[in-house]
T-cell receptor, first 113, second 115 residues
Framework: EAQVTQNPRYLITVTGKKLTVTCSQNMNHEYMSWYRQDPGLGLRQIYYSMNVEVTDKGDVPEGYKVSRKEKRNFPLILESPSPNQTSLYFC????????????FGDGTRLSIL | AQKITQTQPGMFVQEKEAVTLDCTYDTSDQSYGLFWYKQPSSGEMIFLIYQGSYDEQNATEGRYSLNFQKARKSANLVISASQLGDSAMYFCAMRDGNNFNKFYFGSGTKLNVKP
């Protein structure tokens, strides 16, 4: 089954404790992206990647890191999480064609205390 | 500046009636893409429909159609014959014409379908 898999689905942690949210897709998509969803703000793009070893910032990259060492994986790293990073996070992937919709993972709900 | 504006935070519609969800966008590019996604209460994001800026005809997918008015920079989603399962959050999104790797989402419209 074609899918984007995120882990964990839920995480409660404390300020400053490094965490990684994994994202994996099995559709051979070149493009992958991370978003955060906050009430009243919709989804905002954090980082995206056009292919292996090629990443760039979205609109809200501060406090986040990403890497793309393999085509299928695109982890999101919070080196020193803070309470304002409490949010619902989505990973998405697609082919690079401009008319291709993104396929989204089921989301990761992060709570930073 | 907001790239995508959805002015209806919440809407109600009677089952079997049609409903229009508004979306306006801001871009000076000639080439861009517009998407609508549905997010049910379970949280997943479901792609509904796509409209390219150069597409002359309005996109349609089953009960979904996109009322694309390029001069007014609007891309409203029309759902015909609403069903109870249509109750969800709906997001309008734009793929940046200058940088196809960047996406902008609106704040969403919560649709409630009444029986």
């Amino acid at each position: 089954e074609a899918q984007v898999t995120q882990n964990p689905r839920y995480l409660i942690t404390v300020t400053g404790k490094k965490l990684t949210v994994t994202c994996s897709q099995n559709m051979n998509h070149e493009y992958m992206s991370w978003y955060r969803q906050d009430p009243g703000l919709g989804l905002r793009q954090i980082y995206y990647s056009m292919n292996v070893e090629v990443t760039d910032k979205g609109d809200v990259p501060e406090g986040y890191k990403v890497s793309r060492k393999e085509k299928r994986n695109f982890p999101l790293i919070l080196e020193s999480p803070s309470p304002n990073q409490t949010s619902l996070y989505f990973c998405a992937s697609s082919f690079l064609d401009s008319n291709q919709p993104q396929h989204f993972g089921d989301g990761t709900r992060l709570s930073i205390l | 500046a907001q790239k995508i504006t959805q002015t209806q935070p919440g809407m109600f519609v009677q089952e079997k009636e049609a409903v229009t969800l508004d979306c306006t966008y801001d871009t000076s590019d000639q080439s861009y893409g517009l998407f609508w996604y549905k997010q049910p209460s379970s949280g997943e994001m479901i792609f509904l429909i796509y409209q390219g800026s150069y597409d002359e005809q309005n996109a349609t997918e089953g009960r979904y159609s996109l009322n694309f008015q390029k001069a007014r920079k609007s891309a409203n989603l029309v759902i015909s014959a609403s069903q109870l399962g249509d109750s969800a959050m709906y997001f309008c999104a734009m793929r940046d014409g200058n940088n196809f790797n960047k996406f902008y989402f609106g704040s969403g419209t919560k649709l409630n379908v009444k029986p």
